[in-house]
């Protein structure tokens, strides 16, 4: 059938009576028509939400205002801008994409929304995004189907398809109109990586047209559509940059293209994530031919990644990230400090990172080491982390100068009177660690809050020594520190809920993902992690080379595979761990005697170029001089592939609902998003528990029950996945 207007508002009309009147009603507060002369303005402000959202309801909308627009043969031009303070259009509504993928709505009538924007690029008259703040999946693809982008200077505004992080592709154009728009290899550059750009670097890739001071935006925007009101000058595609047209004249160009892409996504992430793959298939099958056959094999595509397990274990991820950004870390009703000046204690690698982190975050920062030496490599620490992101264009070096200037170093405890928190990141030793808590006590101001990045020990113990224990608090970073998303708040025994609620609002001001715990050895991550690193070792004594090891667990979707992991880390720092939950929790968690093998071989990890690899201008590499220090058995043939990730991933799942058990975490979904954000676990697979949910727990007792039989008690199932095999219950109920 045709494309027109009469038969697409038909089908429009069908599809708004088929909806809720309440969310009919909803989309008409939500988005109002605004005429100013010859432009007529479609405004987006989500009625009672801070983000803007392309429901169905929304998109019917916004066709209907469209064809008011189009109606009035005053209005010669459409502006389409949001006033939301930081948000242009966040995306499609991912409840009813969920709700699609559940069979329980139509998947033809949501699509057919895809037709709105394809209205909206054929209007007669010339349009203009005008965007502020954050611009994702579906807000980007509106853009797109206008003839012409502005945005703003801001930082806050954020251009994206970030589709592929939900296991799903660009359903609304964006595969179509981006490479046309600034061609084939920038397009799979953002649509692969779902990585965004800001407001220069969009101008510079050819994906908007101006840049323009924040609050000038909407006077610019008018102006400029007023301009195209007297030409009604509609935006023509010209000509192609000279490697666009060699791509697309040579026989086989774009599948070659394409093919490199394919490489690349699979080198980084093993096939796990079938969207980057269908993204290219859609795009090498629909680049430089019809835009109406492309969009209905982008339709499709999309379609059939909805029901994937991926897509739907990383729209579960999604809605975990989101409870997280709503949970307020205590149910008391409370006002959180405002952090607005901070000290460090320890400026190793980690203080340094903590506070560039702050810094970098407009806090100013009080460093304080017993040397100068020290303090100067805590800044060099934190320089070098600035450094890279000027290097990659993420900030400007005056801002740099800025944030450095931030940071003061010192070797006593002067102005810390002064300071809202203080955050001791010393070296992981218990009686060193309250020494210092006992002097912060009586150097601070009694309205300050003492944290701790302490990996292991007891927030409680520490606060012990202090006048006001209900101040002390924990806030475990995970290094690198300006890279690893998940805080650990721990509180202890005495921990106030003005305490632990402020450090959640400061971790979430600083971008960080925080999630609270009970005070227990190793906290969650680090004990549910400590059973993997030590088997890993178990099993390179078994014969298993930390290569094949590795690359299991990364085609398993770790980021990395346990025995690079323990380099990174720092093998003296696993032992240092391991003892601690050794003396908590017994054998289940001792460590292979090679472990403290290597330690004593000055085997430390990646920060002395020796490890359980080797270390060579900036490369991997196994080392057969291990074979001498751990002296393995010779690899049994039983020893298979899948029974290593299924004793090294069982063994988490098995520590995690003995947190469960314990109440460490106040909800399950707490230590999916520790593991996914504090170690990497594969986000495709939902998460640690949400991944036990899907084998079953009668499944994994009934392996742990024959890895104890055969390799020892460290397997045996907890009470609580005992239980849950018997009644078939699942962690996610």
């Not at 510079?204 to 301009?227: F, I, R, S, T, W």
């Not at 992690?529 to 178990?538: D, I, K, T």
């Not at 988490?652 to 676990?681: H, P, W, Y």
Request: charged share 25%; hydrophobic share 40%.
């Amino acid at each position: 059938m045709e494309f027109t207007r009469d038969n697409f508002q038909n089908e429009i009309k069908t599809f708004r009576a088929q909806m809720k009147p309440d969310l009919v009603s909803i989309a008409e507060k939500s988005l109002t028509l605004e005429k100013r002369g010859a432009v007529g303005i479609i405004w987006f402000d989500q009625h009672e939400e801070k983000a803007n959202k392309l429901s169905s309801a929304n998109m019917v909308r916004f066709f209907e205002l469209l064809c008011q627009v189009e109606d009035d043969a005053n209005l010669k031009a459409l502006l389409v801008i949001s006033k939301k303070a930081s948000i242009f259009i966040a995306g499609a509504d991912i409840g009813e994409i969920r709700t699609l993928a559940s069979g329980s709505t139509s998947s033809d009538s949501l699509m057919k929304l895809q037709s709105v924007f394809t209205y909206l690029e054929r209007m007669k008259i010339p349009s203009v995004a005008a965007i502020h703040g954050a611009s994702m999946g579906g807000g980007t693809e509106l853009a797109l189907a206008c003839d012409y982008r502005m945005v703003s200077d801001s930082p806050q505004t954020k251009i994206g398809l970030p589709e592929v992080l939900l296991g799903l592709i660009p359903g609304w154009g964006g595969t179509q109109r981006m490479p046309r728009l600034i061609g084939l290899e920038k397009s799979l550059d953002l649509i692969l990586t779902g990585k965004t750009v800001d407001g220069i670097r969009a101008k510079k890739m050819g994906l908007v047209d101006k840049v323009v001071p924040q609050e000038y935006l909407l006077e610019k925007a008018l102006a400029y559509a007023n301009e195209l009101a007297v030409s009604g000058k509609k935006r023509q595609f010209g000509s192609r940059p000279l490697k666009e047209k060699v791509i697309g004249s040579i026989p086989g160009g774009v599948w070659f293209v394409c093919d490199q892409a394919k490489k690349q996504v699979m080198q980084k992430t093993h096939g796990n994530f079938p969207a980057p793959l269908a993204a290219i298939d859609v795009i090498r099958k629909s680049y430089g031919g019809s835009i109406d056959e492309g969009l209905k094999i982008e339709a499709d595509a999309f379609i059939k990644l909805m029901v994937t397990p991926e897509s739907q274990n990383l729209i579960h991820v999604f809605y975990l990230n989101e409870g997280v950004k709503k949970d307020k870390g205590v149910q008391e009703k409370i006002t959180p400090k405002e952090i607005k000046h901070a000290g460090v204690i320890g400026a190793g690698v980690m203080g340094g990172g903590i506070a560039q982190l702050f810094a970098g975050k407009g806090v100013r920062v009080r460093m304080k080491d017993i040397h100068w030496d020290a303090i100067a490599k805590g800044y060099e620490a934190a320089q070098k982390i600035f450094k890279k992101l000027v290097d990659r264009r993420r900030m400007k070096p005056s801002d740099m100068d800025n944030a450095m200037a931030r940071i003061e170093g010192s070797t006593d405890f002067a102005g810390f009177r002064h300071l809202d928190l203080v955050v001791e990141a010393a070296v992981e030793n218990l009686e060193i660690k309250k020494n210092i808590f006992k002097e912060l006590d009586s150097k601070m101001d009694p309205g300050a809050i003492l944290a701790t990045n302490t990996s292991s020990l007891s927030v409680t113990e520490l606060a012990s020594v202090t006048k006001h224990p209900e101040r002390v608090v924990g806030m475990h970073f995970f290094n690198p520190v300006d890279k690893m998303p998940l805080v650990e708040v721990i509180y202890g025994e005495k921990s106030s809920p003005e305490a632990i609620g402020s450090i959640v609002s400061f971790s979430k001001a600083l971008g960080k993902t925080p999630i609270v715990v009970k005070d227990a050895p190793g906290f969650v991550v680090n004990r549910i992690l400590g059973p993997y690193l030590n088997e890993a070792v178990h099993l390179l004594m078994e014969g298993v080379r930390p290569t094949d090891m590795d690359r299991v667990m990364e085609k398993f979707g770790m980021p990395m595979g346990p025995c690079a992991l323990l380099d990174e880390v720092g093998l003296d720092v696993a032992s240092k761990v391991s003892h601690v939950l050794y003396g908590a929790f017994g054998e289940r968690m001792k460590s292979p005697e090679a472990m403290a093998a290597v330690v004593t071989e000055k085997r430390l990890g990646k920060k002395v170029g020796l490890g359980i690899y080797r270390y060579e201008k900036g490369e991997r590499k196994e080392d057969l001089s291990l074979l001498e220090v751990f002296k393995p058995k010779q690899r049994a043939s039983d020893l298979t592939d899948e029974v290593i990730v299924r004793r090294l991933v069982y063994l988490m799942i098995n520590e995690a609902s003995r947190c469960v058990e314990e109440k460490l975490v106040r909800q399950v979904s707490d230590i999916d998003v520790g593991m996914i954000f504090g170690t990497g676990f594969a986000p495709f697979r939902g998460g640690l528990l949400k991944y036990a949910d899907t084998v079953g727990a009668e499944v994994i007792v009934s392996d742990l029950d024959i890895f104890a039989r055969k390799y020892g008690d460290r397997f045996k199932p907890s009470k609580l996945i005992q239980e849950y095999s018997v009644n078939r219950t699942k962690f996610y109920s």
